[in-house]
């Protein structure tokens, strides 16, 4: 990380989505017609590029992507792009992507994996999307990866507010929103002051929340991910410029969403340009520990 050259860098992009393995054979059926099913409704084919291809991707523009697969194969049925493959894809262009990981905290052996990632194959960060993963943030489970990653001083970057995950089906699939009030997030910073942790996305419709907590807790940031800055609300944007600078942080949600797209909307937007430098890259970099 210390040899990134941070003064060359662009921007971070904190929320970069694994979706195509590198390992072969282990894509489920459900896995590919999710991928389809994006590609038609966000009129892209990024949905199918390999991890090379990403890092390729970021590498051309100048930036860094925080990359992640999301195990959500317990509660939805779809098989997740596996941990060491993102890992070894960053190992592999340590320019251009750095790796979290994602681990079901109901999975028997999650504690041991995760307690792997971090010691042996680079992982920096975990991600968490209760909602499609099944869980409550309070739980037992959950508790425990948390102690685990407090201890390593690691990063937890959890989705928050509405999915489009499961609109389509009966009972929305399953999917509790309710697991991802970023409000929730404030017992985590209480009871974890070493974990430094990321409210995904605006967090609709729970906005107002995302903020106070990240105004309050030293240990919470914010990643503008999933949206694009045309439609964020009012009070997201006078935060960035005033009260929260140093705690926001540029996110795409590639491939769905790409930074191209979130940078070109963001000059639709009042972001001061004394904000811009931290919001892009330099409150990522001190998270991270770049530079």
Do not use: C
């Amino acid at each position: 990380m210390s040899a990134i050259d941070l003064d060359n860098i662009v921007a971070i992009d904190v929320h970069v989505h694994a979706l195509r393995p590198d390992t072969l054979g282990i894509e489920n059926e459900l896995s590919r017609k999710t991928r389809e099913d994006q590609a038609r409704r966000w009129k892209t084919d990024l949905v199918n590029i390999t991890l090379d291809e990403t890092a390729d991707y970021y590498r051309e523009r100048r930036m860094l992507a925080v990359i992640f697969p999301v195990d959500s194969e317990r509660h939805m049925g779809d098989s997740p792009v596996p941990n060491t493959d993102v890992a070894a894809a960053a190992a592999r262009n340590p320019d251009a992507l750095i790796p979290f990981a994602s681990i079901d905290p109901r999975r028997p052996t999650a504690l041991d994996e995760a307690r792997d990632l971090i010691e042996n194959h680079g992982v920096k960060g975990f991600k968490f999307h209760p909602s499609i993963q099944g869980f409550a943030t309070e739980e037992p489970a959950a508790y425990a990866m948390y102690e685990l990653l407090a201890e390593y001083r690691s990063i937890a970057l959890f989705h928050s507010g509405q999915t489009g995950i499961g609109r389509n089906l009966p009972g929305g699939g399953g999917v509790r929103l309710k697991h991802s009030n970023p409000m929730l997030i404030d017992d985590i910073a209480v009871d974890f002051p070493e974990l430094r942790l990321i409210i995904a996305h605006p967090s609709f419709p729970w906005q107002s929340e995302a903020l106070a907590v990240a105004r309050h807790k030293q240990n919470v940031f914010i990643d503008l991910s999933g949206w694009s800055p045309k439609y964020f609300e009012e009070q997201l944007v006078q935060h960035a410029n005033s009260l929260i600078p140093d705690k926001v942080l540029f996110g795409s949600d590639f491939p769905v969403l790409t930074p191209d797209r979130w940078l070109a909307d963001a000059e639709f937007r009042d972001f001061r340009p004394a904000t811009m430098p931290g919001l892009l890259k330099l409150n990522a970099a001190r998270l991270l520990g770049i530079g």
